[in-house]
């Protein structure tokens, strides 16, 4: 890719950072289901957990294409540990965009300084894809809203210090009358979550749901007009999606170098594996996928840099949906080229698989990015 010295400068610290601290940890991680907070503190110092926050509430004012970088280098190792860089973007960006001055200068400084944990919530048990089906209620009374309902599918939520939380304010379903608001889950009375997800692999990354009990939110938590936050949402879902395809791609050119190192040291037939031409044509194949989808996430991250808003929705649904399809085909063939070994979990192809497979389902699901993508050919 054609990056700046200093993006550059930016790949290498990340790069050196992942294979010290994150590398030695991925398996463990997997293994343990456990959230590793020794690289919240450390992502905090180096300016990874706040990317996005701007210069002038104490942020490093990263963009688009750093982000992708970063989780592009991490997911290497472990795509579970690359989605605490850049973590509190999702919660970042409703507040830059649709927020009030005075609801930036009351977070963002907070979430600049590093070590917060941050959350936004949308689905729930009967509205995924169809966020339109929320049931979550927020009610006015007085100068506060009472929110009941449940949300799924938290990201971290059970560990945020602030969560934007998605609650329909009008109407029983559309997305007109869905609001957004900031909770803080460790101090509001009724808020509490239920069990961990048992989930088949990014583990590591908790999701959990949230049981909202006639919790009572300030009015000034409010993010944006009442009403208008489905829309709020939308934004930090396509300015999330690129990073999971970056994610996508960095899990992707570990599996292809565990599966070179492999190939060159296996021996069959008295002959390192790598000689024979179906692993060679199944490495090449796995190498072109790889550039053919970094190419993609980074050119969707310059139009998100650039300001370009309407080649950005589009180009994040192809940038998470190829990106993730291509992991999922790079990782189980990653697993063939290792042979039974890559059914084990003495090797990292085993894991690397189970992890690609969620990226195709979450951030919204393929299906859904393709539905994106055709509507804006046949608009």
């Known amino acids: 890719m054609n990056f700046t010295e200093e993006q550059i400068a930016f790949r290498d610290s990340v790069r050196r950072m992942a294979e010290k601290h994150v590398a030695p940890i991925a398996a463990e991680i997997d293994e343990t289901d456990r959230f590793p907070t020794e690289l919240v503190k450390l992502y905090g110092e180096m300016g990874l957990m706040q990317l996005w926050v701007p210069e002038k509430y104490g942020g490093p004012e990263g963009n688009l294409t750093m982000m992708c970088i970063a989780r592009e280098e991490i997911s290497r190792f472990s795509p579970a540990c690359g989605s605490i860089a850049g973590l509190n973007t999702m919660f970042i960006m409703p507040l830059l965009h649709f927020g009030t001055e005075e609801q930036r200068r009351r977070f963002l ?58 609650a329909r304010t009008a109407g029983d379903r559309g997305a007109d009358g869905i609001s957004a608001f900031v909770i803080e889950p460790k101090t509001m009375k ?67 170098e565990a599966s070179v190192a ?26 072109m996928n790889i550039e053919a989808a970094r190419a993609l996430v980074y050119e969707c991250a310059r139009a998100g840099d650039v300001g370009d808003w309407q080649r950005l929705n589009t180009l994040a649904s192809m940038a998470k949906c190829f ?57």
């Open 109 to 166: 400084p907070k979430i600049a300084a590093g070590g917060v944990v941050t959350a936004i919530a949308i689905s729930e048990p009967q509205a995924g894809s169809d966020v339109s089906a929320m049931t979550t209620r927020a009610v006015k009374d007085g100068d506060s809203y009472v929110i009941n309902g449940r949300k799924q599918w938290c990201s971290y939520g059970v560990e945020a210090d602030y969560i934007v939380l998605m």
């Open 190 to 256: 009724g808020v509490s979550f239920g069990r961990h997800e048992r989930k088949m692999g990014w583990r590591g990354a908790p999701n959990t749901p949230i049981y909202l009990d006639n919790v009572r939110v300030p009015i000034e938590n409010l993010v944006g007009e009442e009403g208008k936050g489905f829309r709020a949402s939308l934004r930090a879902l396509d300015l999330n999606r690129p990073t999971i395809g970056a994610q996508c791609v960095g899990l992707a050119q570990g599996a292809l």
């Open 262 to 287: 492999y190939a060159k040291e296996r021996k069959q037939f008295r002959q390192a594996i790598a000689e024979f031409q179906g692993v060679q044509f199944m490495l090449a194949d796995m190498a």
């Open 323 to 379: 990106g993730s399809d291509m992991a999922m085909k790079v990782t189980t063939d990653a697993v063939q080229v290792f042979g039974g070994y890559g059914y084990t979990k003495d090797y990292p192809v085993e894991r690397m698989m189970r992890d690609a497979k969620l990226a195709q389902i979450f951030e919204g699901t393929n299906q859904i990015q393709r539905v994106v993508i055709a509507r804006d050919l046949l608009r």
